[in-house]
């Protein structure tokens, strides 16, 4: 699993990651933007919350993943941003003994304010296929446009200066105390993840392959 603040780049990595081990990767933030890109029934249940920075309940996520991991499981996973919480982390617990898989690693990517100020101000994100990349690596043609598949770069709703304060102080007070938790489980290992997204990737390989 990958943890960290916002903007400390869980996305970018586990992206990369399921690009270079083909492990897939499940992210409850991007699976509830689609669905209210949707305008299903959950996407406009929590699109209040997700847009003011606040977390969903603990409940509605642990369904998504125990049914993620029903439908995808079997082949390994990462977890882009789940858990967020002590309570979520307790039914992660339980989820993964009934699937008799142990979790490997709890990969904490550690960044500064700075480090999160600079990358959400400058934060652009596929609306076709959720690709993330920066302003000032994707203006093509004074233009941003996906790389990938062509589609609008936009920013996200919730990397308002004010929604990220929020989001950071949910961080800080429910993520936050999941640190000890892993560190006590032997799982925990803390990457700096303010350099470039290489030099991160190269530490998160190091810690795949030894682990495999
Ligand atoms: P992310 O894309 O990981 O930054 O998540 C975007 C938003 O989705 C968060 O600010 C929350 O509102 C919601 N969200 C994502 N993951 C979780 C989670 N594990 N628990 C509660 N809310 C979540």
């Known amino acids: 699993m990958l943890l960290g603040a916002p903007g400390s780049g869980k996305g970018t990595q586990a992206e990369m990651i399921t690009r270079h081990f083909g ?3 499940t992210s409850p933030g991007a699976i509830l933007r689609r669905e209210r890109d949707l ?24 369904r998504l993943i125990e049914d993620w991991l029903r439908l995808h499981g079997s082949h390994g996973f ?4 789940f858990p967020r919480t002590i309570p979520q982390a307790e039914s ?18 550690d960044v500064s304010e700075k480090t999160v100020g600079e990358r959400i101000a400058s934060r652009l994100q ?3 296929c959720g690709f993330t ?8 043609a004074e233009r ?14 919730d990397d308002a200066a004010e929604v990220l304060k929020h989001r950071l102080q949910e961080f800080n007070a429910k993520t936050q105390p999941l640190a000890e938790s892993y560190q006590k489980s032997g799982a925990l290992r803390r990457i700096d993840g303010n350099r470039d997204r290489e030099a991160v990737f190269g530490d998160i390989s190091r810690l795949i392959e030894q682990a495999a």
């Open 144 to 157: 941003p446009v996906c790389p990938y598949c062509d589609g609008p770069l936009v920013r996200r709703n």
């Open 92 to 109: 992660l617990q339980n989820i993964l003994a009934r699937h008799r898989t142990p979790l490997d690693l709890a990969i904490w990517l």
């Open 23 to 25: 492990i897939p990767v």
């Open 133 to 140: 990349t920066s302003l000032s690596s994707a203006t093509f």
């Open 126 to 128: 596929c609306q076709g």
């Open 78 to 81: 990462v977890f882009d941003g």
């Open 39 to 62: 305008g299903t029934e959950l996407g406009l249940e929590t699109a209040d919350i997700t847009q003011h920075g606040g977390l969903v309940s603990d409940d509605i996520i642990v």
